[in-house]
């Protein structure tokens, strides 16, 4: 009885230009990649300048503590309730500013909900004052 030997065949990868296609990946990723570097709020904010008083009955003062709650004019208020407060006050001021103010360690996303409010009120004029120490 004869058998047929066969030859095996080795199977290899070429790893010889391995390296090469992985450079070129890694180049055609970084100058294909773009970055987006705007980051925070895009506010524009007015030149310094000296302050000129203005009336108590002109501002609408926010303020928004490490917890969450937000007081408007002493006042507690929910966030969804700023927007319909505020434009009342608008409509029967016009000349109203609306001042927020938060603590150090008030979250982001509290800030962030009271000024959507505020924007979503129309208020053409609003002051973010600096955070209480």
Do not use: C, H, W
Not at 18 to 39: W, Y
Not at 98 to 110: E, G, L
Request: neutral net charge.
């Amino acid at each position: 009885m004869l058998l047929d030997k066969r030859k095996e065949r080795t199977v290899s990868i070429p790893t010889s230009s391995m390296a090469d296609i992985a450079f070129l990946l890694l180049t055609f990723f970084l100058v294909t990649t773009s970055l987006d570097l705007d980051k925070g709020l895009g506010l524009t904010l007015p030149p310094q300048g000296q302050a000129k008083p203005i009336p108590k009955q002109n501002i609408a003062s926010i303020l928004i503590n490490a917890a969450g709650e937000v007081m408007l004019d002493d006042e507690p208020i929910e966030i969804p309730r700023i927007r319909e407060v505020i434009r009342m006050r608008l409509v029967q001021n016009d000349k109203l500013i609306v001042s927020i103010k938060t603590t150090r360690n008030t979250k982001y996303q509290a800030f962030i909900s009271v000024l959507d409010q505020v924007q979503m009120a129309e208020a053409p004029r609003i002051s973010i004052a600096e955070p209480e120490l």
